[in-house]
């Protein structure tokens, strides 16, 4: 609720609503009449777009980088109303300031940003404007900045790659900027290390890196120079055997992608010794490389992508033994099943692949061959594909991004089933909404979404909101009158279309209004209160309330 005059827009999708089109009998599987998705705000008014993006939740706020088409790219953040989504700083008046690599420590979001002097450096922000501040300038000696990468968390401290006059190389910090600096040159001198793929393990920091010894290898780190090592040089000599660290960690092991320079690009574990560092399996015989990525970690399973030369790109699993590595489903059994966005949904894996019949569509599986099967042919022409991606979990239900060949690319949901996947709701007829960072925030979905009145901008899907009354206009809040009776004029706003109202002068009744409401009234003290309602019956539970006296003149 806002006593001012402001900018009052919210597209309000109801799904019951749509249901009534026959074309769309896919919304109909509604379960929740309540349930909808709306423009949580046009953050650039008008038909262009606020582009958010790196949506990230910290604590009770949203946080995301978005332009309102005055100030460029910038830090924003949003607790779920449209009346408290708003930029937090203008960090580069001259640009933009693309934040990026958010993450969170000690409550305290944690991102990169470049203020249009200093380059990308670390910044923080508790999510006000006081609050929002270059961490360090690491790399101080120009506007080039240390541009961090990697940034993660362990026991408390945030661990980066970053840049300055020894090259690139592995920093900490701890929030503070006497307690942000570099952990160890580990290619001395001015040349680069460039730590990568950094991901905590039984308490200690695992990362690639390479120096002018071993090449590109796996490293660990405690957070102290002494404590930073080489674990295993797997490729004799200076040659490299990891690249970024595409890693998962797995009960008491690191698993990850390494080339001994014999067996070719194989699957790896690591217990942090030199020792207990050893190819697991030789997937494809000989020097070929099988080439695992995308490992997934579901229950106490990994799950990855592998080329056995035989079968081509498929689904493997792993329980951390030799024995227990092998290909789930040879889902394509004439090419490769294209397989992408693996996600632990629950105890089920979900990804999209191809079977060679069909396109590429939502898949699952719980780790047999049975039960490694397509969720929905969501595309249902001939070999043509939904193209399925962008998975989150919201309590339970599966939700993405996929276009049905009727439709365009809308948001989908998914319990699991077949008869349970359907799409969620039609945006914008005609138009395709494209749906992306898809990020879970309380009880609701968070999400960015075009549509042609619009353009791109953020939207939540959820239980239905209760609306926000703004009283736009009224009177003074002392009037002077020669007469026995003054009038009194309000005009107020919902913040969802097609609200309804009721007012209340003084201590009467509510009653049903209308903007503009008008009043006479005797002088002394009165109060005006006014409440929207929505579709759902919703009324905002905080009505919007001016106070004023009328005094003789």
């Not at 949003?78 to 934040?99: A, E, F, L, Q, V």
């Not at 579709?535 to 001016?546: G, L, M, Y």
């Amino acid at each position: 609720m806002k006593l001012h005059p402001g900018r009052a827009v919210m597209v309000v999708v109801l799904i019951c609503a749509i249901a009534a089109f026959v074309a769309d009998a896919a919304v109909s599987r509604s379960d929740a009449t309540t349930t909808s998705a709306w423009l949580l705000k046009d953050l650039n008014p008008g038909t262009n777009s606020g582009s958010p993006k790196n949506l990230f939740v910290v604590g009770s706020a949203l946080f995301f980088q978005a332009t309102d088409g005055v100030h460029g790219i910038e830090l924003w953040k949003s607790t779920g109303s449209m009346s408290h989504t708003s930029m937090i700083k203008d960090i580069n008046p001259s640009g933009d300031s693309s934040p990026g690599n958010l993450i969170a420590l000690n409550g305290i979001l944690y991102f990169t940003a470049n203020d249009g002097t200093r380059g990308v450096e670390l910044w923080r922000s508790d999510g006000t404007t006081a609050g929002t501040a270059i961490v360090k300038d690491v790399n101080s000696s120009g506007s080039a900045g240390s541009v961090p990468s990697s940034l993660v968390v362990l026991n408390g401290v945030l661990y980066f790659a970053a840049t300055d006059s020894h090259g690139r190389e592995l920093w900490k910090s701890d929030g503070t900027t006497a307690g942000t600096v570099m952990v160890k040159n580990i290619r001395a001198g001015k040349a680069s290390s460039s730590p990568a793929g950094l991901i905590p393990f039984a308490g200690k920091l695992y990362f690639s890196a390479g120096d002018s010894t071993y090449g590109r290898e796996l490293w660990r780190s405690d957070g102290t120079a002494l404590g930073t090592a080489i674990v295993k040089n797997i490729r004799a000599g200076a040659a490299s055997s990891v690249g970024g660290l595409d890693a998962a960690v797995l009960g008491s092991a690191l698993y990850f992608r390494a080339n001994d320079g014999t067996n070719g690009s194989e699957l790896w574990r690591s217990d942090g010794t030199a020792a207990g560092t050893t190819m697991l399996i030789n997937i494809r015989s000989g020097s070929p490389s099988s080439t695992p990525s995308d490992f997934t970690v579901v229950g106490s399973t990994l799950y990855f992508v592998a080329d056995d030369g035989a079968s081509g790109p498929e689904l493997w699993k792993s329980d951390g033994s030799s024995a227990g590595t092998a290909i789930v489903k040879d889902i394509n059994p004439t090419g490769s099943a294209a397989l992408s966005g693996l996600f632990a949904f629950g105890a089920t894996l979900v990804f999209q692949a191809s079977d060679g019949f069909h396109g590429a569509e939502p898949w699952k599986s719980d780790g047999t061959a049975a039960g490694t099967v397509m969720i929905k042919d969501i595309n249902t022409a001939s070999s043509a594909s939904s193209n399925s991606s962008g998975f989150a979990n919201l309590n339970g239900t599966l939700y993405f991004q996929a276009a049905d060949g009727v439709h365009p690319v809308e948001l989908w949901r998914s319990d699991g089933s077949e008869t349970g996947t359907f799409m969620v709701v039609h945006l914008s007829p005609g138009a395709d909404t494209s749906p992306t960072w898809l990020t879970p925030f309380g009880s609701r979905l968070f999400f960015a979404a075009s549509e042609p009145a619009h353009g791109n901008e953020l939207w939540a899907l959820g239980a239905f909101p209760p609306p926000q009354t703004t009283i736009k206009s009224h009177p003074k809040k002392t009037v002077r009158t020669k007469k026995a009776r003054v009038s009194a004029s309000f005009s107020f706003v919902s913040d969802q279309a097609a609200s309804r109202f009721s007012c209340k002068l003084d201590k009467g009744g509510w009653k049903s209004c209308s903007s503009p409401k008008a009043y006479t009234v005797k002088p002394g003290k009165h109060t005006f209160q006014v409440r929207a309602a929505n579709r759902a019956r919703s009324i905002d539970p905080s009505p919007a309330k001016w106070v004023w006296t009328v005094k003789r003149a």
